[in-house]
């Protein structure tokens, strides 16, 4: 079974510097992994995805990704925030085989400080 | 290209009262998953649809939700009775079946049951 824990409920930084959200998965296979936003009171948005090509993925919004097989990590990165990016962040996994069933970890928020 | 609409964006009940939520998926889109979003928490999956056909409901309770697809495309989702732990967003996202694990969510109907 796949899941995912994503380390700190609640990030708060300063704009212009760096964001860093943490990400650890489980799973029994190769897995793909995913990064979503949400918006207050809106869906989620689909930020980036790993699905075993480049360990380095590269999103929308300037945010990217490093796959990190021997730590279990999938951590999103933004070398500078800025005051748009606040916003709810959830990581995911699948296991790409049923059906693309996709499993999310809780959450952290982002707040961005001026 | 217009998105994932979902109907009402707000609805309040009281417990024992039934509900029903209503899901325009993308055109095209042979996948629909309905997912419940309690605050704090990232999405859970109720039920998946691949055309008119159900391919996961392990995490829907059987006893109180309902959800059918017909024709393919639009879905809706029943809760009868409802209690008052359902108080959650309820969102609807589509996919294409081509491998590449985008899901594409709606804004999400928010149900608080009292």
């Known amino acids: 079974a796949q899941s995912v824990t994503q380390l700190g409920s609640h990030v708060s930084v300063s704009e212009g510097a760096l964001v860093l959200l943490r990400c650890n998965y489980s799973s029994s296979v190769p897995p793909y992994l995913f990064w979503y936003v949400q918006y207050p009171n809106q869906g989620l948005q689909l930020l980036l995805k790993?699905?075993?090509?480049?360990?380095l993925v590269k999103g929308i919004n300037g945010f990217e990704a490093e796959f990190k097989k021997s730590e279990t990590s999938f951590h999103l990165t933004k070398p500078s925030a800025h005051m748009s990016d606040a916003a709810e962040y959830f990581c995911?996994?699948?296991?790409?085989?049923?059906?693309?069933?996709?499993?999310f970890g809780s959450g952290t928020r982002l707040s961005i400080r001026p | 290209e217009a998105g994932v609409a979902q109907s009402p964006r707000y609805k309040i009940i009281e417990k024992r009262q039934s509900v029903a939520f209503w899901c325009n998926p993308i055109s095209g889109h042979a996948t629909l998953y309905w997912y419940q979003q309690i605050l704090g928490q990232g999405p859970k999956l109720l039920i998946q649809?691949?055309?008119?056909?159900?391919?996961?409901d392990s995490q829907l309770p059987k006893d109180r939700f309902s959800a059918e697809r017909l024709k393919g495309v639009d879905s809706t989702l029943k809760i009868q009775p409802a209690k008052l732990e359902d108080s959650a967003v309820y969102l609807c996202a589509s996919s294409l079946v081509d491998g590449s694990y985008e899901q594409y969510f709606g804004p999400g109907t928010r149900l608080t049951v009292t």
């Open positions: 995911a996994v699948s296991d790409g085989s049923s059906a693309s069933k996709i499993i």
């Open positions: 790993y699905t075993s090509a480049a360990t």
């Open positions: 649809f691949q055309n008119n056909g159900v391919v996961d």
